[in-house]
């Protein structure tokens, strides 16, 4: 008996700790599940959205209504109407109310790995009443634009929040835009006041936002945007304030105004549909668009995709590499992980500094159980060796999450192999900005056959379809390729783009009527699993065959000498367009033609041979947003010799890297 007790503890000890079953833990449950979100969507997410805090409860039936046909009228969404709630009460008030108060909500490490610091929900509360506070006291009112320019610092969170405690909307701009884009981004939404720092470290070079800042502020007077207080937060090791540019009138030192304030503030209660935030993204044309999103929508939608996709719950330490200044730093960073009583990692400065191991030191050290990235960083921290990760225990490793880009197959087994040592499932989820959350996913209950490379099936509420590029028809077969595109609506989806309804129709709704039309390209294949083929926008047709730009890198990044490749087409006179090209090569590799023959040969074997790049242009770097995304317009001048005609390159990481490129051409 005696025995039999210990072995039951023992075993409940294992199961506890080791054997967390996900919560769709068959592919019934998902069945189930994903039938009934598309048969009865009000129904469905009506009981979901019951998991959070509403201050008044939408009514079971009645709060959803939906238009996405342009023939029909208006494009409108909407869910939980009738209901109120507020999105920093369900991250913050919810989890010290059950007791988590004295858990870390943030764990920050700065650029330097000995800057560290842990907020705990309590504090991370109180922050955001105090801030909340300040935001009223200038005037902020619901509804009301605010733009926050910081760095990964914990007070970029805690200032959404905060925004989103008073109902103020949002706009973090990436730390690393310029003034130009900056200004441009506070004049359309009329932001009037601006949360800042002094400036940053990223890796060996400092950046002195608070000047960036200033320039923005006087090109935004310029276009008769008036900005009425800019809050500065001072950074340590970047600048000391004694020599930041100061305007007394205007400017407003974090440390001397906010510990002032009140570390009370009751949460502005609000609609639904009333709007949460605004993002900006790049279109394929025209100036950035400000996607918008609503608050009771975006918060179930992000907080079940962290649920159920992600397996997040309370107590789990989540990091996420992104930037807050991105989709996925706001929904899988800073909201979801919160929203399911996490604690978030968040990283300042560069994962790859001061050397390859930093991240899998942190993983070690927080004890990390959802590691969330993208490729690009994968395949920069794959380049530098397994040594790095092998270096640190990574066993508290349970899933790796990806989004962003197309996963090659190499990265895929290094991530599963070396990073989640065959234990974890790669969580490689297809979504937008447009959309809020996750799309396609493996399945928890499937993880392991998860196929390298593919974005998996769709998530619930999710109708994805292919369509024919040419007649816009839907392609009914299992097996597909063509554009793909969404039926029907769902809670995180964008609501419309700031001041330009008429646009948001035009980008995602005229295209294909009915659809929404998400600008990529995919493939589905005999299971039901979706890949996708890049953007539509990036299709390169050669001799009339459609190749997709990532396919052909997928195919030259199998090679185990080449690093990373990036693929445009350029014109060409027999053929239509041509494969070009560019591609970095391990370390130790070198470059010439016996190496180009290797490589090419193995797009032949791999795709075919249509597929067999016309040019390979040798790249030590390429050049990359500081999101990560590679600027294909930049390499498509190069490639073309029309450099003279580059634009604006100043949102590239390493603008040195333009240079070292025409350097290389024909070599
Ligand atoms: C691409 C990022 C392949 C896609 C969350 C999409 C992906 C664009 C994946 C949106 C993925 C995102 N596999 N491609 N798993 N995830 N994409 O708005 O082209 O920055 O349209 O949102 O990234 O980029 P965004």
Redesign the pocket.
């Given at each position: 008996m005696q025995r039999l007790e210990v072995l039951a503890r023992q075993l409940t000890a294992v199961v506890a700790v080791e054997d967390r079953t996900p919560l769709l833990a068959t592919k019934n449950d998902y069945d189930t599940m994903y039938k009934r979100s598309i048969q009865d969507p009000e129904g469905f997410w009506g009981e979901l959205a019951l998991g959070y805090h509403w201050d008044r409860k939408f009514p079971a039936r009645g709060h959803m209504a939906a238009n996405t046909d342009v023939r029909r009228g208006p494009v409108s969404i909407q869910f939980f109407a009738g209901g109120t709630t507020n999105l920093s009460y369900n991250c913050l008030d919810r989890w010290v109310a059950a007791g988590r108060g004295e858990q870390a909500a943030l764990i920050w490490e700065g650029n330097d790995e000995s800057e560290r610091r842990t907020v705990t929900y309590r504090e991370l509360l109180a922050e955001v009443n105090r801030l909340s506070n300040w935001l009223k006291s200038r005037g902020v009112q619901k509804g009301d634009a605010v733009t926050i320019y910081l760095p990964m610092v914990p007070e970029l969170p805690a200032a959404m929040l905060a925004c989103a405690r008073v109902g103020a909307v949002h706009s973090v701009v990436f730390a690393g835009f310029s003034a130009d884009s900056l200004a441009q981004r506070m004049v359309d939404c009329n932001a009037k006041v601006l949360l800042t720092a002094t400036g940053v470290m990223r890796g060996t070079k400092p950046v002195l936002l608070k000047t960036i800042a200033d320039d923005a502020v006087r090109l935004a007077a310029k276009a008769g945007q008036d900005t009425s207080s800019v809050l500065c937060l001072e950074v340590a090791n970047a600048l000391a304030a004694a020599d930041t540019p100061w305007n007394p009138v205007r400017d407003v030192w974090w440390h001397a105004a906010i510990p002032m304030q009140s570390a009370e503030c009751a949460p502005t209660w609000l609609d639904a549909e009333d709007r949460s935030f605004l993002l900006y993204?790049s279109g394929s044309t025209g100036k950035p668009k400000g996607v918008v999103h609503c608050t009771g929508g975006y918060m179930v939608g992000v907080g079940v995709s962290c649920r159920y996709l992600y397996d997040m719950r309370p107590g789990d330490v989540v990091f996420t590499t992104a930037d807050c200044g991105?989709?996925?730093g706001h929904s899988y960073l800073a909201y979801g992980p919160l929203l399911c009583g996490c604690s978030a990692v968040i990283m300042g400065g560069i994962p790859t500094h001061p050397d390859g191991g930093r991240a899998w030191r942190m993983v070690e050290r927080y004890k990390v159980r959802q590691f969330y990235t993208a490729p690009t960083l994968l395949r920069s921290l794959l380049q530098l060796g397994d040594a790095w990760p092998r270096q640190s225990d990574l066993s508290s490793l349970r899933v790796l999450a990806?989004?962003?880009?197309?996963?090659n197959e190499h990265a895929w087994h290094w991530f599963h192999e070396v990073i989640g040592g065959s234990r974890c499932p790669v969580v490689?989820?297809?979504?937008?900005?447009?959309t809020g959350n996750a799309m396609l996913s493996p399945l928890p209950c499937a993880w392991f056959q998860a196929k390298a490379g593919s974005?998996g099936v769709p998530f619930f509420g999710v109708c994805p379809v292919m369509l024919d590029p040419t007649t816009g028809n839907e392609i009914c077969t299992v097996e597909a390729e063509g554009v793909l595109a969404l039926r029907g609506v769902w809670p995180g989806m964008m609501r419309t783009l700031h001041g330009d309804h008429e646009r948001f129709e035009s980008a995602y709704f005229a295209p294909y009527k009915g659809y929404y039309f998400?600008?990529?390209g995919a493939r589905r294949d005999a299971d039901g699993h979706y890949w996708?083929t890049?953007?539509v926008d990036d299709v390169i047709n050669v001799s009339g065959h459609r190749i997709g730009t990532a396919e052909v890198e997928s195919a030259l990044t199998e090679h185990p000498d080449c690093a990373e490749a990036a693929v445009i087409g350029v014109d060409h006179a027999l053929k239509g367009q041509a494969i070009y090209a560019f591609v970095t090569l391990r370390g130790h590799v070198q470059a010439g033609d016996a190496m180009r023959k290797l490589l090419m040969d193995h797009v032949r074997k791999s795709i075919g041979p249509f597929a067999v790049p016309e040019v390979i242009h040798w790249a030590p770097g390429l050049p990359k947003t500081r999101s990560g995304k590679i600027m294909r317009r930049v390499l498509r001048k190069i490639a073309s010799g029309q450099e003279k005609e580059l634009g604006d390159i100043s949102t590239l990481a390493e603008p040195g890297v333009v240079e070292m490129l025409i350097k290389l051409r024909g070599k």
């Open positions: 993204t991105w989709i996925t990806s989004a962003g880009e197309p996963m490689d989820t297809w979504w937008q900005t447009e974005a998400t600008g990529d996708i890049g953007r």
